[in-house]
Protein backbone atom coordinates (compact mmCIF):
# COMPACT_ATOMS: atom_id res chain seq x y z
CA UNK A 1 0.00 0.00 0.00
CA UNK A 2 1.30 3.58 -1.17
CA UNK A 3 2.02 6.56 1.53
CA UNK A 4 -0.95 8.45 2.78
CA UNK A 5 -0.87 12.27 4.52
CA UNK A 6 -1.38 13.64 7.75
CA UNK A 7 -4.92 16.14 7.23
CA UNK A 8 -3.05 18.97 8.93
CA UNK A 9 0.45 19.35 8.46
CA UNK A 10 0.96 16.98 5.53
CA UNK A 11 3.34 14.26 6.86
CA UNK A 12 4.05 11.68 4.75
CA UNK A 13 2.69 8.16 6.41
CA UNK A 14 4.76 5.27 4.76
CA UNK A 15 2.82 2.34 3.74
CA UNK A 16 3.87 -0.90 5.13
CA UNK A 17 6.32 -2.38 2.84
CA UNK A 18 7.06 0.57 1.36
CA UNK A 19 10.22 2.61 0.49
CA UNK A 20 12.87 0.15 1.14
CA UNK A 21 15.99 1.78 2.07
CA UNK A 22 14.49 5.33 1.70
CA UNK A 23 13.13 5.74 5.24
CA UNK A 24 15.36 7.90 5.92
CA UNK A 25 14.85 10.68 3.29
CA UNK A 26 11.35 10.52 3.91
CA UNK A 27 11.72 10.46 7.77
CA UNK A 28 13.72 13.34 7.71
CA UNK A 29 11.68 15.34 6.09
CA UNK A 30 8.47 14.82 8.13
CA UNK A 31 10.83 16.35 10.62
CA UNK A 32 11.73 19.41 8.85
CA UNK A 33 7.82 19.50 8.47
CA UNK A 34 7.06 18.87 11.86
CA UNK A 35 9.92 21.46 13.51
CA UNK A 36 8.18 24.30 10.97
CA UNK A 37 4.48 23.17 12.03
CA UNK A 38 5.92 23.68 15.34
CA UNK A 39 8.09 26.39 15.70
CA UNK A 40 8.51 27.87 12.29
CA UNK A 41 8.69 31.41 11.17
CA UNK A 42 8.18 32.12 7.80
CA UNK A 43 8.27 35.55 6.24
CA UNK A 44 5.63 36.14 3.31
CA UNK A 45 5.70 38.36 1.01
CA UNK A 46 2.72 39.85 -0.47
CA UNK A 47 1.72 41.77 -3.37
CA UNK A 48 -1.54 42.82 -5.23
CA UNK A 49 -4.37 42.11 -3.33
CA UNK A 50 -4.73 37.89 -3.01
CA UNK A 51 -2.53 35.39 -1.90
CA UNK A 52 -2.79 31.67 -1.38
CA UNK A 53 -1.31 29.68 2.02
CA UNK A 54 -0.83 26.10 1.08
CA UNK A 55 -0.27 22.96 2.93
CA UNK A 56 1.70 20.33 0.37
CA UNK A 57 1.64 17.04 1.38
CA UNK A 58 4.91 15.63 2.07
CA UNK A 59 6.73 18.81 0.76
CA UNK A 60 7.64 21.76 2.99
CA UNK A 61 5.34 25.05 2.14
CA UNK A 62 4.90 28.44 3.23
CA UNK A 63 0.96 27.07 5.02
CA UNK A 64 3.32 24.97 7.34
CA UNK A 65 4.86 27.81 9.06
CA UNK A 66 3.48 28.44 13.15
CA UNK A 67 4.13 31.97 12.55
CA UNK A 68 3.37 34.23 9.80
CA UNK A 69 5.33 37.45 9.23
CA UNK A 70 3.79 39.62 6.31
CA UNK A 71 5.25 41.57 4.47
CA UNK A 72 5.91 42.93 0.60
CA UNK A 73 4.19 45.52 -0.90
CA UNK A 74 -0.20 44.87 -1.58
CA UNK A 75 -1.51 47.28 -3.47
CA UNK A 76 -4.50 47.02 -1.39
CA UNK A 77 -5.79 45.03 1.69
CA UNK A 78 -4.91 41.42 0.62
CA UNK A 79 -6.87 38.02 1.07
CA UNK A 80 -5.21 35.26 2.20
CA UNK A 81 -6.74 31.95 1.37
CA UNK A 82 -5.78 29.16 3.49
CA UNK A 83 -5.59 25.89 1.65
CA UNK A 84 -6.49 23.18 1.27
CA UNK A 85 -10.14 23.65 3.06
CA UNK A 86 -9.97 20.93 5.20
CA UNK A 87 -6.84 21.25 6.91
CA UNK A 88 -7.59 22.72 10.78
CA UNK A 89 -4.62 25.28 11.10
CA UNK A 90 -3.36 27.53 13.95
CA UNK A 91 -1.04 30.69 13.02
CA UNK A 92 0.40 33.54 15.17
CA UNK A 93 0.49 36.39 12.59
CA UNK A 94 2.46 40.01 12.71
CA UNK A 95 1.07 41.82 10.08
CA UNK A 96 3.49 44.62 8.35
CA UNK A 97 2.68 44.59 4.79
CA UNK A 98 1.25 48.06 5.01
CA UNK A 99 -2.36 47.31 4.26
CA UNK A 100 -5.02 45.31 5.58
CA UNK A 101 -4.97 41.40 5.55
CA UNK A 102 -7.68 39.16 5.24
CA UNK A 103 -7.55 35.45 6.15
CA UNK A 104 -10.34 32.96 4.79
CA UNK A 105 -10.73 29.15 4.06
CA UNK A 106 -14.29 28.61 2.77
CA UNK A 107 -17.71 30.49 2.99
CA UNK A 108 -17.72 30.81 6.41
CA UNK A 109 -16.23 33.53 8.94
CA UNK A 110 -13.08 35.64 7.56
CA UNK A 111 -10.45 37.39 9.86
CA UNK A 112 -8.70 40.59 9.02
CA UNK A 113 -5.98 42.21 10.85
CA UNK A 114 -4.98 45.75 10.02
CA UNK A 115 -1.60 46.87 9.17
CA UNK A 116 0.33 46.95 12.31
CA UNK A 117 -1.29 44.37 14.22
CA UNK A 118 -0.94 40.73 14.81
CA UNK A 119 -3.34 38.09 15.97
CA UNK A 120 -3.45 34.22 17.02
CA UNK A 121 -6.06 32.42 14.28
CA UNK A 122 -7.15 29.53 13.38
CA UNK A 123 -9.49 27.57 10.81
CA UNK A 124 -11.53 25.16 11.17
CA UNK A 125 -10.97 23.30 8.11
CA UNK A 126 -14.57 22.44 7.37
CA UNK A 127 -14.44 22.31 3.61
CA UNK A 128 -16.16 24.45 1.85
CA UNK A 129 -18.08 26.09 4.48
CA UNK A 130 -14.72 26.37 6.44
CA UNK A 131 -14.71 29.36 9.07
CA UNK A 132 -11.48 31.43 10.44
CA UNK A 133 -11.75 32.64 13.89
CA UNK A 134 -9.55 35.68 15.45
CA UNK A 135 -8.86 33.81 18.91
CA UNK A 136 -7.33 37.22 20.59
CA UNK A 137 -10.59 38.84 19.64
CA UNK A 138 -11.91 36.80 22.00
CA UNK A 139 -9.49 36.85 24.75
CA UNK A 140 -10.52 41.12 25.29
CA UNK A 141 -13.84 39.68 26.05
CA UNK A 142 -13.27 37.12 27.81
CA UNK A 143 -12.53 36.44 31.77
CA UNK A 144 -9.11 35.69 30.48
CA UNK A 145 -7.43 38.25 33.11
CA UNK A 146 -10.42 38.37 35.81
CA UNK A 147 -8.87 39.45 38.56
CA UNK A 148 -5.25 40.10 37.49
CA UNK A 149 -3.50 43.15 38.78
CA UNK A 150 -1.57 44.73 35.94
CA UNK A 151 1.55 46.35 36.65
CA UNK A 152 1.44 45.69 40.13
CA UNK A 153 4.64 45.03 40.54
CA UNK A 154 6.18 47.19 38.28
CA UNK A 155 4.14 50.07 36.71
CA UNK A 156 2.77 49.79 33.30
CA UNK A 157 0.79 51.87 30.49
CA UNK A 158 -2.22 50.86 29.11
CA UNK A 159 -3.90 52.52 25.96
CA UNK A 160 -7.71 51.99 26.25
CA UNK A 161 -11.04 53.26 24.36
CA UNK A 162 -13.62 52.79 27.26
CA UNK A 163 -12.49 52.17 31.07
CA UNK A 164 -15.77 50.48 32.99
CA UNK A 165 -14.60 50.51 36.69
CA UNK A 166 -18.04 49.87 38.86
CA UNK A 167 -16.46 49.76 41.73
CA UNK A 168 -14.31 53.36 41.31
CA UNK A 169 -11.13 54.17 39.89
CA UNK A 170 -7.71 55.14 41.91
CA UNK A 171 -5.03 57.17 40.21
CA UNK A 172 -2.56 57.79 43.12
CA UNK A 173 -4.43 59.47 45.91
CA UNK A 174 -7.14 60.81 43.27
CA UNK A 175 -10.41 58.16 43.80
CA UNK A 176 -13.16 58.30 41.08
CA UNK A 177 -16.42 56.42 41.63
CA UNK A 178 -20.22 57.20 40.40
CA UNK A 179 -20.52 61.04 40.03
CA UNK A 180 -18.31 61.67 42.82
CA UNK A 181 -14.06 62.49 42.69
CA UNK A 182 -12.40 62.04 45.78
CA UNK A 183 -9.22 63.85 47.08
CA UNK A 184 -7.86 61.99 50.03
CA UNK A 185 -5.07 64.66 50.93
CA UNK A 186 -3.41 67.72 49.73
CA UNK A 187 -5.01 70.52 46.69
CA UNK A 188 -6.42 69.77 43.34
CA UNK A 189 -5.01 71.52 40.24
CA UNK A 190 -7.25 71.49 37.16
CA UNK A 191 -4.49 72.71 34.82
CA UNK A 192 -6.27 72.95 31.04
CA UNK A 193 -4.22 74.86 27.91
CA UNK A 194 -7.45 76.28 27.28
CA UNK A 195 -11.02 77.25 29.04
CA UNK A 196 -12.66 75.71 31.78
CA UNK A 197 -16.26 75.23 31.18
CA UNK A 198 -18.23 74.48 34.18
CA UNK A 199 -21.79 73.67 32.39
CA UNK A 200 -24.22 72.12 35.02
CA UNK A 201 -27.76 71.60 33.05
CA UNK A 202 -29.10 71.66 36.83
CA UNK A 203 -28.57 75.52 36.45
CA UNK A 204 -26.41 75.39 39.88
CA UNK A 205 -23.25 75.48 41.02
CA UNK A 206 -22.39 74.76 44.76
CA UNK A 207 -19.29 75.60 46.41
CA UNK A 208 -19.08 73.12 50.07
CA UNK A 209 -16.54 72.40 53.12
CA UNK A 210 -16.60 68.77 54.52
CA UNK A 211 -20.35 68.31 52.70
CA UNK A 212 -21.66 70.95 54.09
CA UNK A 213 -22.79 73.82 50.96
CA UNK A 214 -21.71 77.24 51.62
CA UNK A 215 -21.86 79.12 48.45
CA UNK A 216 -24.80 78.86 45.62
CA UNK A 217 -24.52 79.78 41.94
CA UNK A 218 -27.89 79.80 39.81
CA UNK A 219 -29.02 79.88 36.53
CA UNK A 220 -32.69 82.26 37.11
CA UNK A 221 -33.77 82.76 33.61
CA UNK A 222 -30.62 83.61 32.50
CA UNK A 223 -30.42 86.33 35.49
CA UNK A 224 -27.35 85.01 38.03
CA UNK A 225 -28.31 84.54 41.94
CA UNK A 226 -25.42 84.24 44.05
CA UNK A 227 -26.29 83.62 47.40
CA UNK A 228 -24.85 82.18 50.25
CA UNK A 229 -26.78 79.39 52.03
CA UNK A 230 -25.62 78.71 55.62
CA UNK A 231 -28.30 80.84 57.62
CA UNK A 232 -26.65 83.97 59.41
CA UNK A 233 -23.35 84.29 57.22
CA UNK A 234 -22.52 86.82 54.88
CA UNK A 235 -20.90 87.26 51.56
CA UNK A 236 -17.49 89.49 52.59
CA UNK A 237 -15.25 91.01 49.82
CA UNK A 238 -11.54 91.85 50.61
CA UNK A 239 -8.44 93.27 49.02
CA UNK A 240 -5.57 90.52 48.57
CA UNK A 241 -3.88 91.70 52.17
CA UNK A 242 -7.43 90.64 53.21
CA UNK A 243 -9.11 93.90 54.22
CA UNK A 244 -12.43 94.00 53.45
CA UNK A 245 -14.16 96.59 51.33
CA UNK A 246 -17.75 95.54 51.68
CA UNK A 247 -20.32 92.86 52.69
CA UNK A 248 -23.35 91.62 51.85
CA UNK A 249 -25.08 91.05 55.23
CA UNK A 250 -28.04 88.44 56.55
CA UNK A 251 -30.07 90.94 56.64
CA UNK A 252 -29.69 92.07 53.41
CA UNK A 253 -27.72 95.15 53.69
CA UNK A 254 -25.08 95.93 51.38
CA UNK A 255 -22.27 97.60 53.67
CA UNK A 256 -19.29 99.37 52.18
CA UNK A 257 -16.49 100.37 54.72
CA UNK A 258 -15.97 103.91 55.30
CA UNK A 259 -13.65 105.44 52.57
CA UNK A 260 -14.11 102.54 49.75
CA UNK A 261 -16.92 103.90 48.28
CA UNK A 262 -16.19 105.92 44.85
CA UNK A 263 -18.36 107.16 41.77
CA UNK A 264 -16.26 107.22 38.78
CA UNK A 265 -13.09 107.41 40.55
CA UNK A 266 -14.30 109.88 42.65
CA UNK A 267 -13.82 108.96 46.33
CA UNK A 268 -17.31 109.26 48.28
CA UNK A 269 -15.95 110.80 51.56
CA UNK A 270 -19.53 111.81 53.27
CA UNK A 271 -20.78 109.89 56.00
CA UNK A 272 -23.61 107.38 56.87
CA UNK A 273 -25.19 110.24 58.82
CA UNK A 274 -24.50 113.41 56.40
CA UNK A 275 -26.08 111.17 53.43
CA UNK A 276 -29.09 110.34 55.76
CA UNK A 277 -29.84 114.03 56.25
CA UNK A 278 -31.17 113.64 52.84
CA UNK A 279 -33.58 111.16 53.56
CA UNK A 280 -37.22 112.59 53.29
CA UNK A 281 -36.35 115.92 51.36
CA UNK A 282 -38.65 115.99 48.58
CA UNK A 283 -36.21 117.95 46.47
CA UNK A 284 -36.48 117.77 42.47
CA UNK A 285 -33.04 116.34 40.59
CA UNK A 286 -32.70 120.16 39.41
CA UNK A 287 -32.99 121.64 42.85
CA UNK A 288 -30.30 118.88 43.65
CA UNK A 289 -28.16 119.95 40.94
CA UNK A 290 -27.76 123.17 42.55
CA UNK A 291 -24.82 121.48 44.69
CA UNK A 292 -23.55 120.19 41.60
CA UNK A 293 -19.30 121.33 41.60
CA UNK A 294 -19.48 123.12 45.60
CA UNK A 295 -16.23 121.79 46.40
CA UNK A 296 -16.44 121.75 50.10
CA UNK A 297 -18.98 121.54 53.47
CA UNK A 298 -21.72 123.95 53.12
CA UNK A 299 -21.27 124.74 56.67
CA UNK A 300 -17.18 125.55 56.45
CA UNK A 301 -18.84 128.05 53.70
CA UNK A 302 -21.61 129.26 55.68
CA UNK A 303 -18.52 129.72 58.61
CA UNK A 304 -16.45 131.71 56.86
CA UNK A 305 -19.26 134.65 56.84
CA UNK A 306 -19.61 134.81 59.62
CA UNK A 307 -17.26 135.92 62.91
CA UNK A 308 -17.50 137.08 66.32
CA UNK A 309 -17.85 140.36 65.65
CA UNK A 310 -20.05 139.36 62.17
CA UNK A 311 -20.27 139.25 58.89
CA UNK A 312 -17.59 139.25 56.86
CA UNK A 313 -17.97 141.24 53.26
CA UNK A 314 -17.87 139.92 50.09
CA UNK A 315 -17.36 143.16 47.63
CA UNK A 316 -19.91 144.87 49.74
CA UNK A 317 -23.09 142.44 48.59
CA UNK A 318 -24.00 140.88 51.43
CA UNK A 319 -27.80 140.94 52.13
CA UNK A 320 -27.08 139.91 55.92
CA UNK A 321 -25.04 141.37 59.34
CA UNK A 322 -24.76 139.52 62.62
CA UNK A 323 -25.15 140.95 65.84
CA UNK A 324 -21.72 139.64 66.92
CA UNK A 325 -21.07 137.08 69.78
CA UNK A 326 -21.63 133.36 70.31
CA UNK A 327 -24.68 133.41 69.33
CA UNK A 328 -25.56 136.66 66.88
CA UNK A 329 -28.62 137.62 66.08
CA UNK A 330 -29.05 137.37 61.80
CA UNK A 331 -30.62 140.63 60.16
CA UNK A 332 -31.18 142.03 56.47
CA UNK A 333 -28.79 144.95 55.88
CA UNK A 334 -30.08 148.61 55.11
CA UNK A 335 -29.00 148.22 51.26
CA UNK A 336 -30.99 144.66 51.18
CA UNK A 337 -32.74 146.34 47.85
CA UNK A 338 -29.87 147.51 44.93
CA UNK A 339 -29.79 151.55 44.64
CA UNK A 340 -29.37 151.47 41.18
CA UNK A 341 -31.19 153.58 38.57
CA UNK A 342 -32.12 150.66 36.51
CA UNK A 343 -34.45 149.58 39.43
CA UNK A 344 -36.64 152.65 38.24
CA UNK A 345 -39.32 153.30 35.71
CA UNK A 346 -42.07 155.50 34.91
CA UNK A 347 -44.27 156.59 31.87
CA UNK A 348 -47.96 156.40 30.87
CA UNK A 349 -49.50 153.00 30.25
CA UNK A 350 -52.81 151.05 30.02
CA UNK A 351 -50.54 148.21 31.04
CA UNK A 352 -47.76 147.74 33.32
CA UNK A 353 -46.56 143.60 34.00
CA UNK A 354 -43.83 143.27 36.53
CA UNK A 355 -41.25 141.34 34.91
CA UNK A 356 -38.28 139.97 36.55
CA UNK A 357 -38.37 140.90 40.30
CA UNK A 358 -41.11 142.43 42.29
CA UNK A 359 -42.55 145.67 41.78
CA UNK A 360 -43.80 148.39 44.32
CA UNK A 361 -45.97 150.60 41.48
CA UNK A 362 -47.56 153.80 42.31
CA UNK A 363 -49.61 155.76 39.45
CA UNK A 364 -53.27 158.31 38.73
CA UNK A 365 -55.32 158.24 36.05
CA UNK A 366 -54.68 160.52 33.10
CA UNK A 367 -57.93 162.21 33.11
CA UNK A 368 -60.50 162.75 35.94
CA UNK A 369 -63.50 160.66 36.30
CA UNK A 370 -64.35 157.02 38.09
CA UNK A 371 -61.93 154.49 37.40
CA UNK A 372 -61.09 150.98 38.25
CA UNK A 373 -58.00 149.09 37.64
CA UNK A 374 -57.16 144.83 37.39
CA UNK A 375 -54.69 143.16 38.99
CA UNK A 376 -53.75 139.98 37.92
CA UNK A 377 -51.39 137.31 39.24
CA UNK A 378 -50.56 133.67 37.81
CA UNK A 379 -53.94 134.36 35.63
CA UNK A 380 -56.31 135.43 38.01
CA UNK A 381 -57.33 138.69 37.74
CA UNK A 382 -58.77 140.84 40.59
CA UNK A 383 -60.61 144.73 41.03
CA UNK A 384 -58.45 147.65 42.43
CA UNK A 385 -61.09 150.34 43.26
CA UNK A 386 -59.73 153.14 43.76
CA UNK A 387 -62.29 155.83 42.70
CA UNK A 388 -62.86 159.03 45.06
CA UNK A 389 -66.47 159.85 44.70
CA UNK A 390 -65.43 162.94 42.63
CA UNK A 391 -65.89 162.30 39.02
CA UNK A 392 -63.89 165.87 38.61
CA UNK A 393 -60.43 164.60 40.11
CA UNK A 394 -57.73 162.21 38.85
CA UNK A 395 -58.14 158.40 40.65
CA UNK A 396 -54.80 157.45 42.06
CA UNK A 397 -53.34 154.04 43.15
CA UNK A 398 -50.35 151.96 44.62
CA UNK A 399 -49.94 148.38 44.75
CA UNK A 400 -47.15 145.73 44.99
CA UNK A 401 -46.61 143.37 41.89
CA UNK A 402 -45.19 139.86 42.52
CA UNK A 403 -43.17 139.16 39.24
CA UNK A 404 -44.99 138.31 36.59
CA UNK A 405 -48.11 140.15 37.50
CA UNK A 406 -49.89 143.14 35.21
CA UNK A 407 -52.36 145.75 36.27
CA UNK A 408 -53.93 147.14 33.70
CA UNK A 409 -57.32 149.90 33.01
CA UNK A 410 -58.03 153.30 31.61
CA UNK A 411 -54.52 155.09 30.86
CA UNK A 412 -52.34 156.27 33.85
CA UNK A 413 -49.01 157.45 34.23
CA UNK A 414 -47.05 155.81 37.21
CA UNK A 415 -43.73 155.02 38.82
CA UNK A 416 -42.42 151.56 39.26
CA UNK A 417 -39.33 150.42 41.43
CA UNK A 418 -38.18 147.00 41.20
CA UNK A 419 -37.26 145.12 44.30
CA UNK A 420 -33.69 143.67 43.51
CA UNK A 421 -31.94 142.51 46.07
CA UNK A 422 -28.69 143.98 47.38
Known amino acids: MGSTYTDNGGIEKIGLGEQAGAWGTTTNNNFDIIDRLINGVGSISL ?26 SPSGTNTITIEPNNADKLYFVKNASGQSVTFT ?6 VTIANGFGAIIFADGA ?5 VTDLTALFTTSQAIDGVVIGGTTPAAGSFTTVTANGGVTVDNINIDGTEIDLSSGDLTVDVAGNIDLDADGGTIKVSDGGTEL ?12 KPVVDGKDIIFQQRDGTEVARVEDNGTFNVVTDKLAINGTA ?14 TATTAELNHTDGVTSNIQTQLDTKVTSSGVTSVSGTDPIESSGGATPAISIKNDFLQNTSGAISSGT ?5 A ?23 GGSGHTLNMTDGDSGTRDTFATLLPAGATISGSSFNFVAVQLRPG
Request: hydrophobic share 35%; net charge negative.
Open 47 to 72: SGTTHTLTTSDGSLSNGMFKVLVLGG
Open 355 to 377: STYPTFISGCSVSAGSFTFTVTV
Open 268 to 281: VTSTATELNLLDGV
Open 127 to 131: GSGAA
Open 105 to 110: QGSGAN
Open 349 to 353: TTSFT
Open 215 to 226: LNITNSSSDVVI
